[in-house]
């Protein structure tokens, strides 16, 4: 494939012509984040939905390296995927791409989300955490965090409505963002919606592959997007992975069944599903402190599961243990886990 060119590589998808954006309708601005071969930066585009006064802001993935043929096909891969996918409010959705630009590159135009990732926001948020939770993992739902969910929009929740905001605002929200807390209410609202958007991409047949509080993005109104699907996972981040072989592998987040046998399914999406929960509810910490490589592996294989956070209420408890079930039949799928969830919000206000 190295000797393809990018249109040749196009040529070869099902990549539709009414996706091309012209490059020079795109104003790139600051870096948003940046791996081994690749970056997204800020941009703005004028007249994205056709209208030529329509100037939005969109977040630009695109091949660091001109030269880099892996890294590229890595990123016309994802192009791939999400021209197939289509919308859904929680998935990070295509605006368009730039393909035929003169030199050799790619640019893939995604929704900008204005909170940046996940795992960011809870360690940013550490510090005004308003827990809802007791020392039995039962949710306390006094009169005051009734009224503020009330308020926010707790209602607009059960009828499966785009979820609106449910940070409490201590200061103008638009001056500092920080200065909005972050409640169990929220962590339970943006688990509730990652699991949907992943059974989304279940419907599609899409493999996420790389589910982690990292390939979470936050929007206006508490809106979370799941991002980075496909192949791309290889090659933009170097973080959190670990060498096995010539790849570099999310360990952490990986079933045992990937670890071991290097099988893929839906249902090893679940478990990274449970490691991810995990990190909404410790706020961001890296799943299993202290363990690292083979050993992990190892304890995966006698048994050895993470316990509950403290944070996280015993239905969600429950949920994490279900999705790291050694047999990826008996993992609950992601409609089942949207399900729970929504009854145990249902049951206790
Ligand atoms: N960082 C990476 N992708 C992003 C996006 N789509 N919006 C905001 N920040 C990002």
């Not at 955490?129 to 965090?145: E, P, R, T």
């Not at 981040?237 to 072989?245: D, L, P, R």
Request: hydrophobic fraction near 40%; charged fraction near 25%; aromatic fraction near 10%.
């Amino acid at each position: 494939n190295e000797d393809l060119s990018l249109d040749d590589q196009i040529e070869i998808l099902p990549y539709d012509r009414r996706w091309e954006f012209p490059r020079n309708r795109l104003k790139l601005g600051v870096q948003l984040g940046a791996g081994c071969f690749g970056r997204v930066v800020k941009a703005e585009a004028v007249g994205v939905k056709d209208a030529e006064e329509n100037v939005q802001t969109v977040a630009v993935k695109m091949v660091r390296s001109q030269t880099n043929a892996a890294a590229l096909e890595a990123l016309v891969s994802e192009l791939k995927i999400l021209i197939h996918l289509g919308a859904h409010l929680n998935v990070v959705n295509l605006l368009g791409a730039c393909t035929k630009t003169l030199i050799r590159e790619l640019f893939v135009i995604v929704e900008y989300c204005r909170f940046g990732n996940l795992q960011s926001y809870l360690i940013n948020h550490r510090n005004n955490f308003v827990n809802q939770v007791d020392k039995l993992g039962n949710l306390l739902i006094d009169a005051a965090i009734q009224e503020i969910n009330t308020a926010a929009g707790m209602n607009r929740f059960y009828e499966y409505e785009p979820p609106v905001s449910f940070g409490v605002c201590q200061k103008d929200p638009d001056s500092n963002f920080y200065g909005m807390s972050v409640s169990t209410a929220d962590l339970i609202s943006w688990s509730f919606q990652i699991a949907r958007g992943m059974d989304y991409l279940a419907s599609k047949k899409v493999l996420h592959g790389d589910l982690a509080a990292r390939n979470v993005l936050l929007a206006d109104d508490g809106v979370a997007k799941v991002a980075d699907f496909g192949m791309a996972r290889k090659m933009y981040y170097e973080g959190n992975y670990q060498q096995t072989g010539q790849k570099l592998m999310p360990v952490k987040w990986m079933a045992i069944e990937s670890l071991t046998d290097r099988i893929f399914s839906t249902q090893s999406d679940v478990w990274s599903y449970g490691v991810l929960l995990w990190e909404i509810f410790t706020l961001g910490k890296v799943p299993y402190p202290g363990l690292e490589g083979n050993t992990l592996v190892r304890q995966l294989e006698k048994g050895y599961r993470m316990e509950k956070p403290d944070f996280a209420p015993t239905c969600m408890g429950e949920i994490m243990s279900s999705c790291w079930k050694a047999d990826p039949k008996e993992r609950p799928s992601f409609s089942e886990i949207e399900e729970m969830i929504s009854s145990q919000m249902e049951s206790t206000v």
